[in-house]
């Protein structure tokens, strides 16, 4: 039989677990602490409600277990919605177990209530309020599961539950009987599903990956291992399958009755889950083995209650998980070679046989480890090398890091110089732009003084040629003055008609020169 491997995906829901070590507490955690912190709310709650509904609609949950469908569904009808919650959440607290005696005993007389009555069919609880089905359910399985929120089934499933034709485990909800199975506890035991239930005590969990199921090898029905120990149905018998004759522990199931063995069983549950096991899961399956195998009287089973015992020693001493892993898994295929060997040996061999058989496999197993260890070393001088390869590389990459940082400072450097140029070439700029303004300013300061100072000599031009025009004029002047006087003294003198006529001539040419 395979490891258990259902219901993986169901580990949010609920359980009723009957095993000691209940590993899907979420969901149940989750419940109660909701419960814990609702209890004083609902209180105080319970009395604002309780408040609004006249004494005598008032419902209790004995009135629910105890009368008939169609009244409660009357009275539930009018009923607020909070005060239902209110119902539902009580009998959670009822159910949840920590109340101490007195919710226990309030529990068994619901419970008994509902289990005697006889008018809860199907006929009548299609017609049942949807609370009001959910409350019997969960009375008549004891599972708080159905009062939950978040939990919803249809009224159909809820009926089915009800009257035992559908699993109560929320997780399967397998129609039942699951296949129509003929066997025993099938047909006879109400409510149970031969996919998810314990065979002894009809309990289910959801542990998975676990030696703490054993699956029947023939009708695949399980039980807790903890429940087949406790009954005897694990026990030392001849496995006649097997073929070997040999006595060695077996798994008798109470379903079909017959057996299975459990030495393989336990091996494939390790090479297919330990890997996956923490340490507390690891110590806990070998512990399980421990128990499994502790009367143990063949030789394999003996050796594998000692390694298991011995692992669980060192575990406590310190080893680590990994390899107490590898120690156990190493040990069940040395258990496998041992007995592949001994089929081939067979029995009845003589002993010189015998021995030259062993040392052929004894030669063999050699040859094949030396292979072994050649490849390996091979694959070992292939990865260092590889490694040096890889630490060369890593130098190369170093070294180019470096040069390249090199590079970048020099850059860096060239940059900030030609920077530095730069600013200095336009200081200079600068500087002669306002050179140049400033020449210019001179140079119209200065064309403007020329052009002062031109028109200024040509006023002195004229005014000095004037003056020596002037002058001259006046020369003249006098020279004519002083001539004429020169003249009419001699005219006094000397009267000659010819000199006069040169007179005239003169007179007209020094007034043509004046003019
Ligand atoms: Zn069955
Ligand atoms: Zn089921
Ligand atoms: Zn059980
Ligand atoms: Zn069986």
Redesign the pocket.
């Known amino acids: 039989m395979d490891p258990r491997l259902a219901f993986n995906q169901f580990h949010e829901s609920p359980t009723e677990s009957a095993s000691s070590r209940d590993t899907s507490p979420t969901a149940n955690a989750i419940m109660e602490k909701k419960l814990e912190g609702g209890k004083a709310e609902s209180d105080c709650f319970e009395q604002s409600v309780v408040r609004r509904v006249f004494t005598s609609d008032k419902i209790s949950l004995y009135n629910i277990a105890d009368e008939s469908v169609d009244i409660i569904f009357e009275k539930m009808q009018v009923l607020p919605n909070e005060y239902l919650e209110l119902l539902k959440s009580r009998l959670r607290i009822i159910l949840d177990g920590t109340g101490g005696s007195q919710h226990r005993e309030e529990f068994m007389l619901l419970q008994k209530l509902v289990q005697s009555r006889s008018d809860l069919t199907a006929k009548t609880l299609v017609r049942a309020h949807r609370v009001q089905l959910e409350i019997l359910v969960a009375i008549k399985m004891g599972i708080q599961a159905f009062l939950h929120p978040n939990v919803s089934l249809s009224q159909t499933s809820l009926v089915e539950i009800f009257l035992y034709k559908r699993c109560r485990n929320i997780a399967c909800q397998n129609q039942i009987?699951?296949d129509d199975?003929?066997?025993?506890?099938?047909?006879n035991r109400n409510g149970?599903c031969?996919v998810c239930m314990c065979?002894i005590c009809t309990k289910f969990d959801f542990e998975v990956n676990t030696c703490r199921w054993i699956g029947c090898d023939l009708?695949s029905?399980w039980t807790h291992t903890d429940c087949a120990i406790r009954d005897g149905l694990v026990c030392m018998g001849n496995f006649t399958r097997s073929g070997t004759g040999q006595a060695e522990m077996l798994f008798r199931c109470k379903?079909?009755n017959r057996t299975s063995e459990l030495l393989g069983w336990v091996k494939d549950v390790f090479q297919h889950c330990a890997p996956s096991w923490d340490r507390a899961a690891l110590m806990t399956e070998l512990d399980i083995v421990c128990r499994i195998f502790r009367g143990s009287e063949d030789v394999k089973g003996r050796k594998l209650f000692c390694q298991c015992e011995e692992l669980i020693e060192k575990m406590k001493g310190g080893l680590v998980e990994l390899m107490a892993c590898r120690v156990i898994l190493m040990f069940f295929q040395e258990l496998e070679a041992d007995s592949s060997k001994n089929l081939e040996l067979g029995e009845g061999v003589a002993p010189r046989e015998a021995c030259k058989q062993i040392a052929e496999v004894v030669h063999e197993a050699v040859r094949k480890m030396e292979m072994v260890a050649e490849e390996k070393s091979r694959m070992l001088k292939k990865a260092r090398m590889a490694l040096e390869a890889c630490d060369n590389e890593l130098e190369d990459k170093a070294r180019e890091v470096a040069e390249l940082k090199l590079e970048r400072r020099s850059r860096k450097q060239q940059v900030e110089e030609l920077e530095s140029v730069m600013k200095l070439k336009q200081a200079e700029a600068d500087m002669f732009q306002l050179k140049a303004d400033e020449a210019r300013r001179e140079a119209e300061m200065f064309q403007k003084i020329a052009l002062a100072k031109a028109e200024k000599s040509e006023d002195d031009y004229a005014t000095r040629y004037l003056k020596i025009k002037l002058s001259e004029a006046e020369a003249e002047r006098q020279y004519l003055i002083r001539k004429i006087k020169l003249r009419e003294s001699s005219r006094s003198d000397v009267h000659n008609s010819s000199t006069n006529s040169d007179c005239h001539l003169r007179e007209r040419n020094a007034a043509r020169k004046l003019a």
């Open positions: 009987p699951v199975c003929p066997c025993e506890i099938c047909s149970f031969n065979t009708c029905h379903a079909c």
